[in-house]
């Protein structure tokens, strides 16, 4: 299988403690790799190293290596603005910008440099109809992005991301805090998308992980436990944390 | 024993009615008192015509200019320099004994008694840079003045932003300075604009520093080497010096207007600011 991200013994610290531990993992291009693992596990943490948002922590420490298609991302040549365009991020709270649908979605091409309206509208549509919001949202794109509903602003920001062009999507919890049908057009989504991207899917919810991913990883206080295929580590899982964490006795 | 909640709720409820009805009661006495003295005197001549004999006949077209060109000029230098400051303080350091020596500075500028920026403002700009009583060296001590206004607001205003927000931009592949542009100064625009109000009020209200760095000419400034005197001034002269009450209440008249207008004008650019952003 082909490698889009690899990380090899990488390890964060925020001040003292070890966020993560020697997390050394392959995620394979144009899949579904879920990340689970209750809170303070260190996924999240590791989601921030490959979008390089954790630059935006004070007081970090990166030892180890990450890398995407095989170059290096925490190299001092690597311009984080130039990654960011290639990995993009949706966050667990859809925080849409106090703007237009229209502008929220064209604020990453413009930002690239695409003025043309033409261009733009095409992209704004593109991106919309790929996060499934399109046809929900085609007639009012000039209206506040605010007054979306939750599960549209999240396929909003999904949409924004899109409009990047990007070869990475990261999903930090999308769909915590959305209801059943959100969510399912979201899952929806992204088994369309994953032809065209790799998308990471950290989330809480193991059945969500389940229904949607093809590669499964399972983090517990800052360390990688398992990490195989959807089927092997939901069927038959290695480890017992695992297994435990599954079945839901703990998290 | 125990008073029934909704009894007390009802007592504070009149209590800050009788509050709220005293504050804007004391403002419309004052505005009822001014109108009722000044309307009378105030003409559409009144407003477009020179001033004779100190001020005791004619009008107040000079003064008038005067005010408008101090306000704007002040506000035109304050803004970017106050926005400036603010945007550093908050964007671009952390906070250290640096910023808080800065924010202390700010604070200490904010509280200085405006004769005393007057007395500065004469003996720097009018004596010691040679700019005689002019607009400049008026309009150079009132951006002192109202500098820490500007700063303060604004940086309340950038520092009220969303993390979130700022997060979200950059995740979208945006500098630092796009993000600022594009997304914080946006959205702290309303209070950005509360500020720049506020001042634009201070620099048409001021007296005693105007007096000492600008005159009091009545002439009509056509440079900013020119001595001026805005409607502040000219009402408390006319007062002060007994000119004329009939004068000095029609200027305020004026005075309370265009402070209104200026209000006004704000929230309408306020809200458009508001609703494009939102």
Redesign the interface.
């Known amino acids: 299988m082909d490698t889009k991200i690899s990380t090899d013994r990488l390890k964060v610290f925020f001040g003292k403690s070890q966020v993560l531990k020697e997390i050394t993992i392959a995620v394979h291009r144009n899949t579904i790799t879920g990340f689970m693992g209750p809170s303070g596990s260190g996924k999240s943490t590791l989601i921030s190293v490959i979008?390089r948002?954790i630059d935006?922590e004070n007081n970090v420490r990166i030892e180890g290596e990450a890398a995407i298609d095989g170059t290096s991302i925490l190299d001092g040549s690597i311009n984080p603005?130039?990654l960011?365009?290639r990995v993009?991020?949706v966050?667990a709270?859809p925080?849409p910008?106090?703007?237009s649908i229209f502008e929220n979605i064209a604020?990453?091409p413009k930002?690239?440099g695409t003025t043309d309206r033409t261009s733009l509208h095409h992209i704004v549509e593109d991106s919309l109809k790929k996060a499934f919001l399109w046809d929900e949202v085609k007639d009012r794109l000039s209206t506040?992005a605010?007054k979306l509903s939750g599960g549209q602003q999240q396929r909003l920001?999904l949409a924004?991301?899109l409009a990047?062009k990007p070869e990475i999507i990261l999903l930090d919890e999308p769909c915590s805090g959305l209801d059943p049908v959100s969510t399912a057009k979201i899952e929806d989504a992204l088994s369309e998308l994953k032809s065209e991207y790799t998308i990471i899917l950290v989330s809480n919810n193991t059945k969500q992980i389940a229904r949607i991913s093809d590669f499964s990883a399972f983090f517990y206080l800052g360390e990688l436990i398992e990490y195989n295929t959807t089927e092997k580590v939901f069927t038959t899982p290695a480890e017992t944390k695992t297994e435990d964490y599954i079945q839901g006795k703990f998290g | 024993m125990r008073i029934n909640p909704r009894i007390i709720n009802r007592l504070v409820r009149m209590g800050l009615n009788v509050q709220a009805f005293f504050t804007v009661g004391i403002l419309i006495i004052i505005v009822a008192i001014i109108f009722f003295k000044g309307f009378p005197h105030m003409s559409f001549a009144f407003i477009f015509s020179f001033p004779e004999d100190m001020g005791r006949e004619g009008g107040i077209f000079p003064s008038i200019v005067g005010t408008i060109q101090l306000a704007l000029l002040s506000i035109l230098f304050a803004t970017p320099l106050g926005l400036g400051t603010a945007i550093f303080l908050t964007e671009y350091t952390r906070e250290s004994l640096f910023t808080k020596l800065i924010r202390f500075g700010v604070e200490s500028l904010a509280g200085i008694p405006s004769i005393l920026y007057g007395l500065f403002g004469f003996i720097f700009f009018v004596i010691k840079l040679k700019m005689g009583w002019s607009l400049l060296a008026g309009v150079l001590t009132m951006t002192i003045m109202i500098l820490p206004t500007i700063i303060r607001t604004s940086e309340e205003a950038i520092r009220a932003v969303p993390r979130q927000l700022r997060i979200v931009s950059y995740s979208l592949s945006a500098s630092k300075w796009e993000t600022i542009k594009k997304v914080v100064l946006p959205a702290a625009m309303p209070g950005i604009l509360t500020g720049i109000m506020l001042s634009i009020g201070r620099a048409v209200g001021e007296t005693a520093a105007i007096i000492f760095t600008m005159g009091s000419s009545l002439r009509l400034p056509l440079s900013v080497m020119d001595s001026g005197r805005t409607m502040a001034v000219h009402f408390y002269i006319l007062a002060r010096e007994g000119i004329s009450m009939e004068k000095a209440y029609g200027t305020a008249v004026v005075l309370v207007l265009s402070i209104l207008l200026i209000n006004i004008l704000a929230y309408y650019i306020m809200n458009k600011a508001i609703a494009r952003y939102s």
């Open positions: 979008n948002m935006f603005i130039e960011r365009r993009g991020t966050f709270v925080i910008l106090p703007r604020y990453g930002l690239k506040s605010l920001c924004r991301t990047l």
